[in-house]
């Protein structure tokens, strides 16, 4: 996985570690620091935060790192668990908020990284019957898209603000306040949308 400014490229071994080259020179790419190695079984999924200064790194767990001085690059939190099975793709979202991890058991696993000292589980989709193979945001709009062993593709729209939006579009009739009064007495009219 190369870094957002293509400077740098991480990559996972099988031999559970990581490696980061300095490329801005392809003819000469240089080993940057020492590997990576707090990974307890192959590293398959890497992702960059869309900043550069966090980099994502899974095997059947997944670790965070400064790397804002890529040659000595530190671990930012403990390792994230949840996943019953390996880690196959990584993705941050574009705004570098949400990390979305495809796993071994069909999930999505979204992480919200605002403060990658701490990250939080924000769901869990289940996605694929099989292995998610990959995960990736689009950068416009910051939907999700999943790709599985199932031979599916989804798009998953996780922006709450716009879920919302299209449901109050798209949902027909509103409540009025004759029928809120009829359906829900002890609660003052709000309307959902």
Request: aromatic fraction near 8%; include cysteine.
């Amino acid at each position: 996985m190369f870094s957002p400014d293509g400077r740098i490229l991480a990559v996972g071994t099988a031999g559970r570690t990581v490696l980061l080259w300095d490329v801005h020179d392809p003819g000469h790419p240089t080993l940057l620091s020492l590997p990576l190695r707090e990974a307890t079984s192959p590293v398959f999924a890497i992702a960059f935060s869309p900043d550069g200064r966090t980099l994502a790194t899974a095997d059947n767990a997944i670790r965070f790192w400064d790397v804002t001085d890529p040659h000595h690059p530190t671990p930012l939190a403990a390792p994230l668990t949840g996943p019953d099975r390996t880690i196959w793709s990584l993705a941050f979202a574009p705004d570098g908020r949400t990390l979305a991890a495809g796993t071994g058991d069909g999930n999505i696993w979204l992480w919200a990284t605002t403060d990658p000292h701490h990250p939080t589980l924000l769901a869990t989709l289940p996605a694929h019957n099989g292995s998610v193979y990959t995960v990736a945001f689009d950068t416009v709009d910051g939907i999700l898209v999943s790709g599985g062993a199932d031979r599916t593709t989804h798009l998953w729209n996780i922006d709450a603000g716009r879920v919302a939006a299209f449901v109050c579009a798209t949902a027909g009739d509103r409540i009025t306040p004759s029928e809120w009064a009829r359906y829900v007495p002890d609660k003052r009219y709000q309307p959902p949308c």
